[in-house]
């Protein structure tokens, strides 16, 4: 959808921004009790797997305490320490309502819970995603310029109907990124933070290519939103993702447009592979096989 079509309504209920009220208060018990599983279970996994500044952001942010974190109190830490705030959405909202947000330091944030019996996976992004995911990382300096950076690059990759390619960067770097780190990759993605199985398959599963993070080439390889990556790109610390952003992307969409994408599989003589995936895991059907 470009900018210039008739734009989409928020829902009853919502500001002209989409956003909505968290209504902290309103969340019930069980509701809570599901965060805080979420919470531990998350939490007993990631070190040594997820990067210190997640680590370090999920702690400055203490996102633990009663269940579901109320927005006002995260609000106060995080405008203080990168000038971001998270504020609540229904759910997914219009992509330039999502960039214009991005593009003002405000990450918008589903306001429900999954249920219970959804803990492993759910399609929609939930708060946990939303909160436990992408937060963290915003508390670092880096990481928060390159997300304003991104809301502002979305609105520019709308008017010049290069979306898809641009999705593809938010997607393998904000939802599916790897960091590599003296002592090995780290997570840094909100999609595989966010995720029991998925933060164990990133890692050390033998199925997927682990390559090396390059701009074009990441805008030319699909994704899949259905199921476990079978491409994770591997960046070499967070400035050199700034880095690589800071050019205009003009010309970059334009030699793109004149190429073919890859196959999501596929691994070409230009890539550093850090691991060779058998694909197997893609092979036997995935998620529909387990
Ligand atoms: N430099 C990009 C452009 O010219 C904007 C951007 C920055 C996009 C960071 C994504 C991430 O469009
Ligand atoms: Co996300």
Not at 144 to 152: F, T, V
């Amino acid at each position: 959808m470009s900018a210039k079509d008739p734009v989409l309504q928020p829902p009853p209920g919502a500001r002209p921004d989409w956003t909505i009220d968290q209504d902290w208060e309103g969340y019930t018990a069980d509701e809570h009790q599901v965060w805080i599983r979420l919470y531990e279970r998350q939490t007993a996994l990631l070190p040594g797997r997820a990067c210190d500044a997640f680590l370090h952001g999920l702690e400055a942010l203490d996102l633990h305490r009663a269940g579901i974190p109320d927005f006002s109190r995260i609000n106060a830490e995080l405008e203080r320490l990168t000038g971001w705030s998270v504020v609540a959405v229904p759910g997914l909202v219009p992509d330039e309502v999502f960039f214009d947000h991005l593009a003002h330091r405000r990450f918008p944030a589903g306001q429900f819970i999954r249920r219970p019996e959804q803990l492993d996976y759910l399609q929609e992004p939930d708060i946990f995603h939303d909160v436990f995911g992408h937060v963290p990382m915003l508390t670092d300096p880096t990481f928060a310029d390159y997300m304003q950076a991104y809301g502002e690059g979305g609105l520019r990759a709308l008017d010049l109907g290069r979306l898809h390619n641009l999705a593809r960067l938010y997607w393998y770097t904000v939802e599916f990124g790897l960091l590599q780190t003296p002592a090995g990759l780290r997570i840094y993605g909100a999609g595989i933070v966010s995720s029991h199985a998925e933060s164990i398959f990133a890692l050390d599963d033998p199925s997927p290519n682990r390559l090396a993070f390059d701009l074009e080439r990441v805008m030319r390889t699909p994704y899949r939103i259905d199921d476990f990556q079978q491409v994770y790109f591997v960046i070499p610390s967070l400035q050199a993702l700034l880095d690589a952003t800071l050019q205009d992307f003009a010309a970059l969409y334009a030699s793109i447009a004149r190429r073919q994408d890859l196959a999501i599989d596929e691994v070409t003589p230009s890539d550093r592979v850090f691991t060779r995936g058998y694909q197997s895991y893609a092979a036997r059907g995935g998620r529909t096989a387990a």
